[in-house]
């Protein structure tokens, strides 16, 4: 009776989990509303929001610089948990960014007191829904490591599964937050990481609620591909950037999942949401010791992150809220 009805319940859970997946895998992409498509969140099947017309603007919501507000809600708590599923090895992992200084150094630039508070990431306030601003706000709360438990390859609906196998349980379940999934270098996300992307974010109901998450891998697999230097501000050797790598990924992944958490609130009529409308756009730049590049200081260290997409005066890719405004 017990082992039945536990068999019973995997079943149910593993069943919940396939249909979650296959709602995220199946759906294509579809036009939109106004003629506008709809973001992928880098992912070419991710799982699309029905399109709603634009409610009436109570104000909140302010359109006409290069970007569009199709309905959907954005994160507005201040400051946006955001939660880590630290996936593979980052002891001792194979290449020498798979370390505890990238977690202690990466946890930390996601504090308040860094990115969290800084006049960078209030370039996002100027997103919103018929309820409130962004709050330009964000903070890390609490982290797992996850050891292998999916192997060292899996597509998008093992990563949702793997979401699934932490929220709720050793990670509080939280559809204000946003959750990133970091692998170490040994890691192939097979739907296209290090090929056609470098992250990605989505959403999927988990337990009920809406969860939102983004697969970031070490860029050190890519450096070609996915790290604007090989050595970076933060690098504890020459050619160690991934951790530096991963904060450019992070930064773009995390602004996305806050003004567009639902794939139905902010994006262009490309599909373009606001960090891919500056991607690898970084601004003018600084110097550091090491000769690694940056364009951002706070939370005591220097950062090389690229420019957001400030939805005021017009639109335009800025490295502060306000500041001027720069092509590449
Ligand atoms: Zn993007």
């Given amino acids: 009776m017990t082992a039945s009805l536990g068999k019973m319940k995997f079943f149910l859970v593993l069943l919940f989990i396939v249909l979650a997946a296959n709602f995220l895998a199946a759906q294509g992409l579809r036009p939109g509303a106004n003629g506008d498509t709809t973001p992928?969140?880098?992912?070419?099947?991710?799982?699309?929001?029905?399109?709603?017309?634009?409610?009436?603007?109570?104000?909140?919501?302010?359109?006409?610089?290069?970007?569009?507000?199709?309905?959907?809600?954005?994160?507005?708590?201040?400051?946006?948990?955001?939660?880590?599923?630290?996936?593979?090895?980052?002891?001792?992992?194979?290449?020498?960014?798979?370390?505890?200084?990238?977690?202690?150094?990466?946890?930390?630039?996601?504090?308040?007191?860094?990115?969290?508070?800084?006049?960078?990431?209030?370039?996002n306030t100027t997103y919103g829904d018929n309820t409130s601003n962004v709050s330009g706000h964000l903070n890390f709360t609490a982290h797992v490591f996850d050891n292998y438990s999916a192997g060292k390859k899996f597509g998008d609906r093992t990563l949702t599964s793997i979401v699934a196998s932490h929220v709720g349980h050793d990670l509080p379940s939280d559809a204000t937050g946003v959750y990133l999934v970091l692998t170490s270098s040994d890691v192939n996300e097979t739907s296209g990481f290090c090929r056609t992307y470098c992250g990605f974010h989505t959403h999927a109901t988990i337990n009920g609620a809406d969860i939102k998450y983004a697969f970031i891998g070490n860029v050190d697999k890519c450096q070609s591909g996915c790290e604007i230097q090989s050595t970076g501000p933060n690098s504890p050797a020459p050619g160690v950037g991934g951790a530096d790598g991963m904060s450019n990924v992070i930064t773009h992944e995390t602004e996305e999942a806050i003004t567009d958490p639902d794939l139905n609130a902010w994006f262009d009529a490309s599909g373009n949401e606001d960090a891919d409308k500056c991607n690898f756009k970084f601004g003018p730049t600084q110097t550091a010791s090491n000769g690694a590049k940056f364009n951002q200081t706070f939370g005591g260290h220097n950062w090389m992150i690229q420019m957001e997409w400030e939805n005021s005066r017009g639109g335009g890719c800025d490295q502060t809220l306000g500041g001027p405004f720069f092509t590449n």
Wanted: charged residues 5%; negative net charge.
């Fill in 40 to 123: 992928t969140g880098h992912v070419p099947d991710a799982a699309v929001g029905t399109l709603m017309a634009a409610p009436p603007n109570n104000g909140t919501v302010v359109q006409g610089n290069g970007i569009n507000y199709h309905g959907g809600p954005v994160l507005n708590a201040s400051p946006v948990p955001i939660y880590i599923i630290w996936y593979g090895n980052w002891t001792n992992g194979p290449k020498p960014s798979d370390s505890q200084a990238t977690v202690n150094l990466l946890e930390g630039f996601l504090g308040s007191n860094s990115l969290g508070g800084s006049s960078y990431e209030a370039i």
